[in-house]
């Protein structure tokens, strides 16, 4: 099951900002308490998310805006601080290897941003298929 939540929100691509650098830590700092605060507030503590031994949680982040970054090196810079506030969410760091982070993008009409947050979980193809054999060797 793929639990969903957007939020009108413009994620800005911090490699093509003209900003100071004060300026981008200011705002990857807002985007980061936003996203950790966002996330409680529609999927509740992050602590019953955090993914189990064996188990990885997928987070697809999209980026919903009238022009598309690149895909290789602007759209997971742009979504920085979303990810850490993420990952600070679930109690984890962002690096940990139980969490899979994926990127995509989505054209919208002019001035038309919002972001996307789609998270679920994945159980290894081995445990998927004992679960399915203990279900049927139980019965309905």
């Known amino acids: 099951m793929i639990h969903?939540?957007?939020?009108?929100?413009?994620v800005v691509s911090a490699a093509n900002a003209r900003e100071c650098w004060q300026a981008r830590?200011?705002?990857?700092?807002?985007?980061?308490g936003q996203m950790r605060l966002m996330m409680r507030a529609?999927?509740?503590?992050?602590?019953k998310w955090e993914p189990l031994e064996g188990v990885?949680?997928?987070?697809?982040?999209?980026?919903?805006?009238?022009?598309?970054?690149?895909?290789?090196d602007g759209l997971p810079f742009a979504f920085k601080g979303h990810v850490d506030g993420i990952a600070d969410?679930?109690?984890?760091?962002?690096?940990?290897?139980r969490l899979v982070w994926m990127y995509r993008?989505?054209?919208?009409?002019?001035?038309q941003?919002?972001?996307?947050?789609?998270?679920?979980?994945?159980?290894?193809?081995?445990?998927?298929?004992?679960c399915r054999d203990v279900e049927e060797a139980l019965g309905p």
């Open 4 to 10: 969903t939540m957007t939020w009108p929100i413009r």
């Open 25 to 32: 830590a200011r705002r990857v700092k807002r985007e980061r």
């Open 42 to 47: 529609c999927f509740g503590d992050g602590a």
């Open 56 to 72: 990885r949680l997928f987070v697809t982040l999209v980026r919903i805006a009238p022009r598309m970054l690149d895909k290789h």
């Open 89 to 97: 969410w679930l109690g984890l760091d962002d690096a940990d290897t």
């Open 105 to 111: 993008q989505e054209r919208a009409g002019v001035r």
């Open 113 to 130: 941003y919002a972001l996307r947050v789609e998270l679920h979980h994945s159980v290894p193809r081995d445990e998927a298929a004992f």
